[in-house]
């Protein structure tokens, strides 16, 4: 926790009695009582790790693998801290907490970033605290940013990184940065602009692993670039890259991955064929559901027929580096004439310890709520997993690993409509999805 300062309260005490009484008239509010700051920030690069929760001193952030926290300010002073999370329904329940890693005595500074890189793994946790001194926007040159990377990669032992205009010839360049696996550079002053470009190799092979694309370098900004393990497409092949002042929960895409989509037909048709892009999935059964192919990236057109009959004409988005669903389910809006409608929903297959990934995709007219409760248990006094939920797919959430019931009820939750018990396996992924006709099926990941 952080360090009580009893004699400073002491005094604090003091000086408002006096001031109080009118008898210190060098007493000044606005400077005496002014605390000098420093600040934190958490990232996650651990990739088997659940969400973690940070304790440090007496505040409490939560950071979720591959992402970063905000920047949180710290009174200048020393700090106790564990990172930890928890095995029970109960969060925050003491007697359950996995410690992760703890520490005592880490130095806030005046003016400085902490940051804490969560590297390694949940068995062999390598957490390391950088400390960067603070410099106002205002007193760095123009046309520079000062930029600095980490990396943690299960895949490759070494990397390089190589920042360069657009298109420039790799060939050519020298890396700004040769890290091991568990390490992190000094700062590293950069031209900013934009149309830059971030590429990272294997330092052994040459081969490139990582490349952004055009992003832009904001003129005497200060960030961290951090190098985590990829679950997408080719994943033995690529890295992908966690900025620290990009959108919350974010990362940078890889725009040499490509984008894969299986469909599934949970439509009252018994059968359906599925063109996506200039992909094709051929003629897919009641309830089963493709192995997964590799489309197009960006919008691409939809189309579902039923023995040539069209049932559906839409768009669609293909995500580069990732691996998505696409699920068929019939459209009711019009009875006299038979149609489907879709959605795409993104998947996520990392293994993580003492959870299992969740997803939820409703693919019927009504809004519901979702329950997962302790088998046997109903509805009441309990709080919904997802409220008040329409046509769609939910993100991908982590659950505990142990049996559940899911209950559907309608959207005041006044009426079950549906359950299914599962025994939901730590490290496995798994997709439930309630149709147009008010069934509930399980599908597993890959």
Known sequence: MQKKRVLFLTSITVLLYLSGCGSDPGFNEDTDFVVDEGSAQFVNLMAD???????????????????????????????????????????????????????????????ALSSFLIMGSLNEPNIQIVNHEGKLPSDRPDGEAMLWFAS??????????????????????TPLATLNRGTFS??????????????????????????????????????????????????????????????????????????????????????????????GFGEINFQDVSDYREIMSGEINLDINDNEASLEESSQTGVKGNFQSLFVFSDKSDLDKPATRSLSTLDDFRPVIDRALFKFVNGSDQTLDLYAVEPGDDIKDQN?????????????????????????????????????????????????????SGNLILQLGQ
């Open 49 to 111: 790790s659940p969400n973690l929760t940070i304790l440090h001193g007496l505040t409490r952030s939560s950071v979720q693998f591959p992402f970063t926290s905000p920047v949180e300010l710290r009174a200048a002073d020393d700090y106790d801290w564990k990172i930890i999370y928890f095995n029970t329904v109960e969060e925050f329940d003491s007697d359950n907490e996995i410690i992760v890693a703890e520490g005592e005595d880490q130095v806030v500074q005046k003016d």
């Open 384 to 436: 919904p997993l997802l409220n008040d939920f329409g046509f769609g797919g939910s993100g991908t959430t982590e659950v505990l690993a142990r049996p559940a019931d899911l209950i559907v009820a309608n959207e005041d939750s006044s009426e079950t409509l549906t359950l299914l018990s599962l025994d939901f396996i730590a490290g496995k992924s798994y997709t439930v999805i309630y149709d147009s």
């Open 186 to 279: 000094d700062l590293i002053a950069v031209a900013s602009g934009t149309e830059r470009q971030l590429r990272i190799t294997e330092t052994a092979s040459g081969k490139l692993i990582f490349d952004s694309g055009s992003i832009e370098i904001p003129d005497k900004s200060n960030e961290l670039f951090a190098i985590v393990d990829d679950f997408g497409p080719n994943q033995e092949e690529h890295v992908n890259v966690i900025r620290t002042l990009s959108a919350s929960r974010s990362i940078i895409p890889d725009i040499n991955q490509p984008a894969f989509a299986r469909a599934g037909n949970f439509s009252d048709f018994e059968q359906v064929s599925v063109v996506l892009g200039d992909t």
């Open 152 to 173: 943690n990669s299960s895949n490759f032992d070494m990397v390089s990184i190589f920042l360069s205009a657009l298109n420039e010839d790799l060939s050519s360049l």
